[in-house]
T-cell receptor
Framework: DARVTQTPRHKVTEMGQEVTMRCQPI?????VFWYRQTMMQGLELLAY????????DSGMPKDRFSAEMPDATLATLKIQPSEPRDSAVYFCASKGGSADTGELFFGEGSRLTVL | QKEVEQDPGPLSVPEGAIVSLNCTYSNSAFQYFMWYRQYSRKGPELLMY????GNKEDGRFTAQVDKSSKYISLFIRDSQPSDSATYLCAMRTQGGSEKLVFGKGTKLTVNP
């Protein structure tokens, strides 16, 4: 059953620590997105990649966040150093290349708490 | 002003009620309009998709897009307790960026 897999599901860390979140997109999907969800802001796009190349990272705080796709089966989102305001649920989503609905398939999210 | 506005609710209705969920938007370039459903502690899942203006029906769900008013709606007929979830509208432009812009979501509870 094809699905987007995210790890870790939950992470509690202290301010200043490095956090790395990982995402395995659905096999064959060539576009990968990172979203952040909070009560205040809702779902916000942080960055997205097509064929592993970054296309838009304008939603990401550049000083502490970085996103990469080392290969087609792995996307990473890193926060260094983490701050309490980074506490949120981080979602990875992927989509195929066909010109249909362009449906995004979301993972179950990584819930981050920064103390 | 955010590009997409959505009343967060919460909305509580009895089983069998007709539910109306709405979003407004400011970017006239939006052409693709979607509704995602998100159960608690899960990722969003696509529920309905509409291109440009018009209506689309799928079972108990109807999506409407009024581009002249920059207003989209989702109607749920004969609502069921299993419909209890957060509903997020989403939209994007045609061509170029694949960025999907989401509303904040409306939390719906259907009471048995």
């Amino acid at each position: 059953d094809a699905r987007v897999t995210q790890t870790p599901r939950h992470k509690v860390t202290e301010m200043g620590q490095e956090v790395t979140m990982r995402c395995q997109p659905i096999l064959g999907h060539n576009t990968v997105f990172w979203y952040r969800q909070t009560m205040m802001q809702g779902l916000e796009l942080l960055a997205y990649f097509r064929n592993r190349a970054p296309l838009d990272d304008s939603g990401m705080p550049k000083d502490r966040f970085s996103a990469e796709m080392p290969d087609a089966t792995l996307a990473t989102l890193k926060i260094q150093p983490s701050e309490p305001r980074d506490s949120a649920v981080y979602f990875c989503a992927s989509k195929g290349g066909s010109a249909d609905t362009g449906e995004l398939f979301f993972g179950e999210g990584s819930r981050l708490t920064v103390l | 002003q955010k590009e997409v506005e959505q009343d967060p609710g919460p909305l509580s209705v009895p089983e069998g009620a007709i539910v109306s969920l709405n979003c407004t938007y400011s970017n006239s370039a939006f052409q693709y309009f979607m509704w995602y459903r998100q159960y608690s502690r899960k990722g969003p899942e696509l529920l309905m998709y509409t291109y440009s203006s018009g209506n689309k029906e799928d079972g108990r769900f109807t999506a409407q897009v009024d581009k002249s008013s920059k207003y989209i709606s989702l109607f749920i007929r004969d609502s069921q307790p299993s419909d209890s979830a957060t509903y997020l509208c989403a939209m994007r432009t045609q061509g170029g960026s694949e960025k999907l812009v989401f509303g904040k979501g409306t939390k719906l509870t259907v009471n048995p």
